[in-house]
């Protein structure tokens, strides 16, 4: 019996131990499709608020901000994103590489700005295509013109080449901790501004810009997984737009008949707090409270009309002046009281005489 109990406590211990530690490798940090860690509008969105291209690296490498969470060397650390351009004829085109080690690099964007013979400028955010797939493409439409247009068609411009590295960062820059997936889409919503628009498209702009670019790119990553390719990632989709809209959606059909049916939608009498039955201003319905309570006069009691007795022989007099008018004077002190009189005081003969013997004792005595 002993033996037997023996074996059931051991077997129960390992069971627990087992299915503990499946747990801790069931949360992974960041998701195994790395296109879910940088959001390409978010990168657009700050692209067009920087003043230019050493401001637009500084912003997407902003520990505060902590816009990236690419982790490509896996050694649980954001990954550092440095800029770096080259200009061809009236194209721009500015690349966003994620530096994973001593020389080695992974390109993981480009930004195609090109103006045309009408000084019309159009701009592209590309993802690329081992990390996103083929023809993954944001046209950004701002707002208000970039200031950072104003640097790339001025005279003696100098393409923008990052000096950053792999071990050598600015001052500001620390690493930061990779985000669960679904937690980093949360926080990426915060950067991207509204008020810009964000058009899909699957055509591009600078074809032939980025084909003489295209032989110069680095691929660091995609040399030491090469089975790690978009295509391979997600089998039967074309680029990350079809793999979003074959995704759920979080139910969100069976969220929105809920949010109808709550009470704060409703006319219910849970909506109304007493406090705004109470005020007569809040309150729509007027026959709660068909009388406020401010709107009668004050009744005067009784005891404030009787004229006390000290009053009464002058009632012209008005005991309570009006605000305004000088103060009368009462009558009792216009009366003259007996104290007052030329009346002599009549003097008690007895008390005289009782009077008189003290003082003739007090003189002889003397």
Known sequence: MKANLIFATVLGIFSFNSISAQDRTIVNATSSEVSDNLDLRAVASIFGDALNL????????????????????????????????????????VVVQSVIGDEVYQDVATIEVEKDTNNNIQIQVVGDVYMYGTNYIYEPVYVTRPVIYNYFWSTNYVPYYSIWRWRH?????????????????????????????????TTRRCQVAYNNYYGRRSNGYEINYPNRSFQTRNVGYTNRAELEQSRPQRNLENRTPRLETT????????????????????????????????????????????????????????????????????????????????????????????????????????
């Open 263 to 366: 009470p704060r939608n409703t006319n219910s009498p849970r909506e109304i707090s007493p406090r705004n039955n109470s005020n007569p201003r809040n309150n729509s319905q007027s026959e709660q409270n068909p009388t406020p309570r401010n709107v009668e006069p004050r009744k005067v009691e009784p005891r404030n009309q009787t004229v006390s007795p000290r009053n009464n022989s002058q009632p012209e007099l008005n005991p309570t002046p009006r605000k305004g008018e000088p103060r009368k004077v009462e009558p009792r002190n216009q009366t003259v009281t007996p104290r007052q009189s030329n009346t002599p005081r009549s003097v008690n003969p007895t008390k005289v005489e009782q009077s008189t013997p003290n003082r003739t004792r007090s003189t002889t005595r003397n």
């Open 54 to 93: 050493e401001d637009f690296e500084n912003k997407i490498n902003d520990p505060k901000s902590q816009i990236s969470n690419l982790d490509l060397n896996n050694d649980n650390q954001v990954d550092y994103l440095r800029v770096i351009e080259s200009v061809e004829n009236n194209v721009h085109l």
């Open 169 to 201: 960062y600015p001052v500001f820059y620390s690493y930061w901790t990779p985000f669960p997936v679904f937690k980093y889409r949360n926080h990426i919503g915060l950067f991207i501004n509204s008020n810009h628009h964000y058009n899909y498209v």
